[in-house]
């Protein structure tokens, strides 16, 4: 059987986490809602053609992958 210690533990660490509960929904809530925001900003930025004296959207350039350079074949 349980010792008395054990159950008065038992029933504060219960207490507690039902007090505590509600507050760390609404964190968990918080910190989602902060990385879709940053995520979408992210997203954003990187579809807005970039604004610079160059003339071009450089980011859009797609780099040759080196491994398939050689006529399409992977090495």
Do not use: F
Not at 27 to 40: H, K, M, N, S, T
Not at 49 to 74: I, K, N
Request: hydrophobic residues 45%; positive net charge.
């Amino acid at each position: 059987m349980l010792s008395h210690d054990s159950v008065n533990s038992v029933l504060v660490l219960a207490i507690a986490l039902r007090v505590l509960a509600p507050d760390v929904r609404a964190l968990v809530r918080w910190v989602l809602g902060v990385g879709v925001r940053v995520g979408a900003d992210a997203l954003a930025e990187r579809r807005q053609p970039h604004r610079g004296g160059s003339g071009g959207d450089r980011g859009s350039r797609r780099r040759a992958d080196p491994v398939l350079h050689d006529h399409g074949r992977r090495a």
